[in-house]
């Protein structure tokens, strides 16, 4: 078991003292110590186990043996810059360019999903000889400034002037709260037929495109996925005004889509990115990500005579995991799993979204899915209270899971790629009780003015309010200040009499059949309700 330096208390005050404020915890009131992870499961300072329905980072499951054994048995014999020959490097980029469409073959390794981003926009103007960002509305790219200025999802945080007279927005091919919906003929056509209208108007002005960036899935944006038909239309646009089209796959790469490795490849065969970005799961919690494109556009960011070097990118311990990460994909099958999980957790949603009103839509594709809550089906109005509501109390029950969106109302799940059956039902029982309990004090569904929660660590009416939502993954709340009429006592489990949650399972991502242990004992997996 993992030892703690401090008390949890000591860690708060510590953070408090030298940590910058701006940098937030989830559940600020009550944080999270986490002292170790394995698969799905992170594990508190009690030894507590909570299921890790967040973590797109720990792509192939938390400490996975295989990465830890080849960073290791890499690192006590060489960790260097690229300047020096390695076979990892070369490796490794033939091996990640092999689930790539073949004329992305060039690669470029960096350290973080932002140093990706960056790049991207230097390969993009340097090609172009152009300037100018499209970008779609909610978009997030990344914290650095360049990337900042291209994400409306930050800078629409900014006083009035906060978007650059270089950066041009597009709507957000969103079919269920978008200006074209799931009952237009062909939402792909009309939203693409908007970027070309915000293009050919900005060109009038004299603006010139080097660029369309988009999130092959938007995450934060609140797990949006573009109508099939959408990047293809887009990209011919762009392109006929000598811009290049940038796939961000940060967030849902890896074969997180089940049965694509890549996002972008729901669009169908027929479209292919100039660039494509990598970053989070790439490493599995490790700090490394990657820039793919043509031999066409790196030529042209090599001719500009200034070199491009990066101190830690492509070094041969990163290059070693990132091989471990492949290969475990492959062999685990982690992709099927998604698959398989995925539309299994999908059907569970939509059963719910039948019987609950406050799910007025449930989107997805593999390991990528969205819960959209609503306080009236017809009017789509967000309820933004409620999802704050059910995030604070799933982690009651030991589920960490987050909500995003521009109206902060979506569940977004998005776990480690060894989640499994016996996880999906797990959550989507507790959130069916948990909808339950909302709505015993209600008419339609949705909670009365009586039932209150808190937003931002204050008390909050879920009937309305005009309160800014919180822009953290997981709200700014305290379990303690939620009040409800009906709340139930806490639980025993159903699969373990003496009360402690029984939900473990050791099958995937490399992991031995074990227990799982809690703060004050060992629960065996073979209790898991099937």
């Known amino acids: 078991m993992a030892t703690e330096l401090f008390s949890k208390q000591q860690t708060i005050q510590l953070r408090h003292k030298h940590i ?26 009690n030894d507590t186990p909570f299921l890790d329905c967040i973590n797109n980072v720990a792509h192939v499951g938390h400490c996975h043996p295989d990465v830890v054994q080849a960073a290791v048995k890499q690192m006590e014999l ?21 689930t790539l469409p073949q004329r992305l073959a060039v690669c470029y390794f960096v350290n973080s999903g932002s140093e990706a981003n960056d790049l991207a926009l230097r390969l993009a103007r340097q090609y172009t000889g152009h300037y100018d960002i499209v970008t779609l509305d909610h978009a997030y790219h990344g914290h650095v400034t ?3 200025d291209i994400s409306p999802y930050k800078f629409q945080e900014l006083p009035a002037g906060g978007q650059k007279d270089f950066v041009h927005v597009a709507p957000s091919p969103d079919t269920y709260r978008g200006k074209y919906r799931e009952n237009h003929p062909d939402p792909a056509s009309a939203y693409a037929d908007e970027v070309n209208s915000l293009i050919q108007n900005a060109q009038k002005r004299g603006r010139k495109m080097a660029a369309f960036i988009a999130e092959s899935m938007q995450s934060c944006g609140g ?10 239309k887009v990209a011919e646009y762009v392109h006929n005004v000598g811009g290049v089209f940038i796939a961000d796959e940060v967030q849902v790469g890896f074969g997180r889509v089940g049965k694509h490795f890549w996002a972008f490849q729901l669009q169908g065969e027929d479209f292919v990115p100039d660039i494509v970005t990598m970053g989070k799961p790439i490493g599995n919690g490790h700090p490394m990500s990657c820039v793919v494109t043509t031999k066409e556009i790196a030529e042209a ?21 990132g091989l471990a990460v492949l290969n475990i994909i492959e062999k685990e099958d982690l992709h099927g799993n998604a698959t398989r999980v995925g539309n299994y957790m999908m059907n569970l949603l939509k059963e719910q979204q039948a019987k609950h009103l406050l799910i007025g839509d449930v989107r997805g594709v593999g390991f990528f899915i969205g819960v959209d809550l609503v306080k009236d089906r017809k009017k789509r109005t967000p309820a933004k209270a409620e999802a ?81 939502a919180p822009h953290a993954s997981v709200p700014e709340s305290n379990n303690s200040s939620i009040s409800e009429p009906h709340q139930p006592e806490a639980s ?17 991502c490399g992991q031995q059949q074990s227990s799982c242990r809690s703060g004050t004992g060992v629960m065996s997996h073979k209790r898991i309700r099937t």
């Open 20 to 45: 910058g404020p701006s940098c937030k915890v989830f559940y600020s009131k009550d944080p999270l110590k986490i002292i170790r992870a394995q698969g799905q499961y992170m594990y508190d300072e």
């Open 301 to 321: 960011f090599g001719a500009s005579g200034l070199e491009y070097f990066n101190t830690f990118g492509g070094n041969p311990v990163s290059c070693a995991i």
């Open 223 to 232: 797990q949006i996925i573009p109508p099939a038909g959408y990047f293809q």
């Open 492 to 508: 025993q489990s159903e699969e373990s009499p003496d009360g402690k949650s029984s939900h473990c399972s050791r099958t995937a």
């Open 388 to 468: 704050q509501y059910i995030i604070y109390r799933l982690k009651e029950e030991k589920i960490l899971l987050s909500a995003d969106g521009p109206h902060r109302n979506v569940l977004k799940f998005k776990p480690p790629m060894c989640f499994t059956m016996e996880n999906a039902k797990f959550l989507v029982e507790n959130i069916d009780k948990i909808l339950s309990d909302l709505e015993k004090g209600t008419r339609v569904g949705v909670p009365n003015e009586q039932l209150k929660t808190v937003e931002n660590g204050s008390p909050l009416t879920l009937s309305g309010t005009k309160r800014k």
């Open 78 to 98: 060489l960790n260097t810059n690229s300047r020096f020959l390695h076979d990892n490097l070369v490796q490794y980029a033939k091996q990640l360019t092999a």
């Open 146 to 148: 360049s990337l900042i």
